[in-house]
DNA sequence: GTGACTCTGTTGGAATTAAT
DNA sequence: ATTAATTCCAACAGAGTCAC
């Protein structure tokens, strides 16, 4: 495909432009991998369409206690027509264009929505590698979207049937998955745990109380049945699964003996694994479930 | 300052694809 | 079938920060 401006579009330049799109911004990595291509590659790719006024970017500057950041890719206006013109991608899988906040740049949790966006984009390969699957819609913390008059965080749901601040739950991402052969389709949320203290954390000084919590809300969250109303538009849901990811398999039992008090019916709903794993080969046998006693690891489908 | 990290961009050539 | 253009990629250089 070749655009009157002297620009090719290849079919994983497409594709990879799809996943920007999808995502709202993607590093070179990221995108190396959902397109199909080496980083250089892809690096090459995107510094042309950027010149091409396609993309924007924000990153790639220096940091305290960091080194450098990575540089992190977005979709113009300009893009999005190019996406929309030159590819056979149904429009309405495409979705309307956000204009990305340049003014927000670079923060600390940007980091973590990279990391969320990485694993969202290892579980979209490995979804893509296998015939039978496929990936019906995925959800993250950071896109808004409108509820009413007031604008929210797409993943924001309540645990129970009163809208309260205590009730409320972000997850970090959420996708649904649908086995094309059986029609059946199953809902997982994510969580990425980043391993770092947080905010709150260094307040309360205690950093158990905040992941038990946390947990604690997904339990409640699965009791409530509220997400199957929340999550029906996309399916029929008897249950989700939670997905927590984090740095290393010592942080996984820590994690693990942490929330062991917590009701042993529910532990079958949870799955843990470390960040490596996952980016890996999502859909492997490479999930623990809750229960301590339990050291198997499952894949997330059969 | 130096070396070990974190990143990106450039360079030149191999592999693929298109054109004649 | 030969040539020309693209596309892809490995290796390397450059830029920023940290620990020493």
Redesign the pocket.
């Known amino acids: 495909m070749s655009v009157a401006a002297g620009l ?3 079919r ?2 497409v594709l990879g432009l799809f996943f920007i799109q999808r995502y709202r911004f993607l ?3 990221q995108f ?1 991998r959902a397109a199909g ?11 042309v369409l ?1 010149r091409h006024g396609a993309l924007g ?1 924000f ?13 992190v890719y977005f979709l113009k206006r300009k893009g999005y027509e190019l996406l929309l013109r030159e590819s056979d991608i149904p429009p309405d899988l495409i979705g309307s264009h956000k204009e990305t906040f340049v003014e927000a740049k670079w923060s600390p949790q940007m980091f973590h929505r990279l990391h969320t966006v990485d694993l969202l984009i290892a579980a979209e390969v490995a979804i893509r590698s296998r015939p039978n699957l496929s990936m019906v819609r995925t959800f993250t913390e950071y896109r808004r979207v409108k509820r009413g008059t007031q604008i929210a965080r797409e993943t924001t749901d309540f645990v129970g049937t009163e809208e309260t601040p205590e009730n409320r739950i972000i997850p970090d991402a959420a996708f649904v998955l649908e086995n094309v052969e059986t029609g059946r389709r199953g809902l997982f949320f994510v969580e990425m745990d980043m391993a770092t203290e947080r905010i709150v954390s260094t307040i309360t000084r205690d950093h158990r109380i905040t992941l038990h919590f946390k947990i604690m809300q997904y339990d409640r969250y699965l009791q409530s049945g509220r997400f199957a109303k929340t999550y029906a538009p996309f399916g029929e849901f008897r249950f989700f699964t939670l997905l927590f990811v984090t740095f290393g398999e010592a942080r996984v039992e820590n994690i693990r003996r942490a929330v062991h008090g917590l009701p042993a019916e529910l532990a079958a709903y949870y799955r843990f694994t470390t960040f490596e794993l996952a980016s890996e080969d999502f859909l492997g046998p490479i999930w623990k479930t809750r229960s301590i006693n339990d050291n198997e690891r499952y894949p997330l489908v059969r």
């Open positions: 090719t579009l290849t994983s330049t590093t070179i990595d190396a291509m080496k980083r250089p590659a892809a690096s090459d790719q995107l510094r950027e970017h990153g790639n500057v220096g940091m305290r206690g960091y080194g450098k950041t990575p540089k």
